[in-house]
């Protein structure tokens, strides 16, 4: 029997430069602290780095085994170490072994001591005869738990990156299902993030975060019936302002004037540009600022709806250039760009930020659009940076 350590996981690489095997020879140690144990001794040990190859190579030339030298450690520059510990199994006779991974890194040392149940505790449930549905439900509301162990994070293993677009997707499908604690606490570290002149930062040019840090407090307040946190209400008027303070001068007969810089943003959409997607999460945020008003103090809450207003009126003239150019009201990514499928963006208009009716033409135009240029066998394909048939865009 054959326990393989290799350096992959579900999301991708996850290096592994230094391994040792203990002098009893029942665990290893990986990268000077993680651990990996057994609950018996190993009883032949190979491994191997990326200069010699796979150590699953190596297993297939058993003479070559019986003739190197065991070794018990090595190291990798390259972080491609490959191992494995070998259990004999006797003819007819059982053996069990048991491996154990310690999870004692980050966030995970604080929820240890919480059970499925606890989490799932006030979540909505759903009890339906057809088991696929009923499979693909209960393992999302598992992602959504293992997605939000206190920051919120687009990745439960390694990719634990916090970005205020994914942190807002996330925390709003925890409100649905009535995990409002969970929410709640995700939320309550926003403001930490928020820099001196109200920037939302997790990502530098990352000109959405804004809107979308407003309009997610704006919904928890909604959905909860609560009014925001001191600490949330000082964060959401520099957040709002910074809107404002951010956006391109309207003295200008470009076609991106009075819109958001040009950014990375939803980096899916492609190359670093004037994304539309930015203006809707901004005005939503602007909206979601001046709902979240004291109504005694209407001085700001008409400074909120004014931006807003603003940034609505450029963004409609610059859509109205673009259907000049492109002889359709269909909404490209950017003002500049072609119709291709970063336009997905622009249905963030529509859904679910409801900047529009749901019959608006120029957000029929861009659904019919996509439908017609961007679907392969009924899923949205993104053929840029992030490319494949993605679920999350369909």
Same mark, same amino acid.
């Given at each position: 029997?054959?326990?393989?350590?290799?350096?992959?996981?579900?999301?991708?690489?996850?290096?592994?430069?230094?391994?040792?095997?203990?002098?009893?020879?029942?665990?290893?140690?990986?990268?000077?602290?993680?651990?990996?144990?057994?609950?018996?001794?190993?009883?032949?040990?190979?491994?191997?780095?990326?200069?010699?190859?796979?150590?699953? *190579?190596?297993?297939?030339?058993?003479?070559?085994?019986?003739?190197?030298?065991?070794? &018990?450690?090595?190291?990798?520059?390259?972080?491609? /170490? *490959?191992?494995?510990?070998?259990?004999? /199994?006797?003819?007819?006779?059982?053996?069990?072994?048991?491996?154990? /991974?310690?999870?004692?890194?980050?966030?995970? @040392?604080?929820?240890?001591?919480?059970?499925?149940?606890?989490?799932?505790?006030?979540?909505?449930?759903?009890?339906?005869?057809?088991?696929?549905?009923?499979?693909?439900?209960?393992?999302?509301?598992?992602?959504?738990?293992?997605?939000?162990?206190?920051?919120?994070?687009?990745?439960?293993?390694?990719?634990?990156?916090?970005?205020?677009?994914?942190? &807002?997707? $996330?925390?709003?499908?925890?409100?649905? /299902?009535?995990?409002?604690?969970?929410?709640?606490?995700?939320?309550?570290?926003?403001?930490?993030?928020?820099?001196?002149?109200?920037?939302?930062?997790?990502?530098?040019?990352?000109?959405?975060?804004?809107?979308?840090?407003?309009?997610?407090?704006?919904?928890?307040?909604?959905?909860?019936?609560?009014?925001?946190?001191?600490?949330?209400?000082?964060? $959401?008027?520099?957040?709002?302002?910074?809107?404002?303070?951010?956006?391109?001068?309207?003295?200008?007969?470009?076609?991106?004037?009075?819109?958001?810089?040009?950014?990375?943003?939803?980096?899916?959409?492609?190359?670093?540009?004037?994304?539309?997607?930015?203006?809707?999460?901004?005005?939503?945020?602007?909206?979601?600022?001046?709902?979240?008003?004291?109504?005694?103090?209407?001085?700001?809450?008409?400074?909120?709806?004014?931006?807003?207003?603003?940034?609505?009126?450029?963004?409609?003239?610059?859509? &109205?250039?673009?259907?000049?150019?492109?002889?359709?009201?269909?909404?490209?990514?950017?003002? *500049?760009?072609?119709?291709?499928?970063?336009?997905?963006?622009?249905?963030?208009?529509?859904?679910?930020?409801?900047?529009?009716?749901?019959?608006?033409?120029?957000? $029929?135009? &861009?659904?019919?659009?996509?439908?017609?240029?961007?679907?392969?066998?009924?899923?949205?394909?993104?053929?840029?940076?992030?490319?494949?048939?993605?679920?999350?865009? @369909?």
């Amino acid at each position: 029997m054959v326990v393989a350590l290799r350096p992959y996981n579900p999301e991708g690489i996850s290096f592994i430069h230094q391994l040792e095997l203990t002098a009893k020879r029942r665990a290893w140690t990986i990268n000077g602290h993680h651990s990996v144990r057994f609950n018996k001794s190993a009883d032949r040990h190979h491994v191997s780095n990326y200069h010699h190859g796979d150590v699953a *190579t190596l297993l297939k030339e058993r003479p070559y085994l019986q003739e190197v030298q065991e070794e &018990t450690k090595r190291q990798c520059d390259v972080g491609m /170490i *490959t191992a494995t510990a070998l259990f004999r /199994i006797n003819p007819r006779q059982s053996r069990e072994l048991i491996v154990t /991974i310690p999870l004692t890194n980050g966030d995970s @040392t604080l929820h240890n001591d919480i059970s499925w149940q606890q989490a799932l505790t006030g979540c909505c449930q759903l009890d339906v005869p057809d088991k696929k549905v009923q499979f693909l439900y209960d393992v999302a509301i598992r992602t959504l738990i293992l997605h939000s162990p206190t920051d919120v994070y687009p990745g439960p293993y390694t990719y634990k990156r916090f970005w205020f677009r994914d942190a &807002t997707f $996330i925390i709003h499908a925890l409100l649905c /299902i009535g995990l409002n604690d969970r929410a709640e606490r995700a939320l309550d570290r926003f403001p930490v993030r928020q820099t001196a002149r109200g920037y939302f930062h997790s990502q530098d040019g990352e000109w959405d975060a804004n809107g979308q840090a407003l309009w997610i407090m704006e919904r928890f307040c909604r959905m909860t019936n609560q009014k925001p946190k001191a600490t949330w209400w000082k964060a $959401i008027q520099r957040g709002a302002r910074w809107i404002g303070k951010k956006r391109l001068s309207l003295a200008s007969d470009l076609p991106h004037a009075g819109l958001l810089p040009a950014g990375f943003s939803a980096e899916h959409l492609g190359p670093n540009d004037y994304y539309y997607w930015d203006d809707f999460w901004s005005i939503a945020g602007l909206h979601a600022a001046a709902s979240l008003c004291p109504s005694s103090n209407k001085i700001l809450r008409k400074e909120f709806i004014d931006e807003a207003d603003s940034l609505q009126t450029a963004v409609d003239l610059s859509l &109205t250039c673009c259907a000049k150019r492109l002889g359709r009201v269909a909404m490209p990514a950017a003002p *500049t760009r072609r119709l291709d499928a970063g336009t997905i963006g622009s249905l963030a208009m529509g859904y679910p930020l409801q900047l529009c009716p749901a019959d608006d033409p120029r957000l $029929i135009d &861009t659904a019919d659009f996509l439908l017609d240029n961007c679907l392969v066998h009924g899923g949205f394909f993104q053929d840029m940076i992030h490319s494949d048939i993605n679920p999350y865009l @369909t």
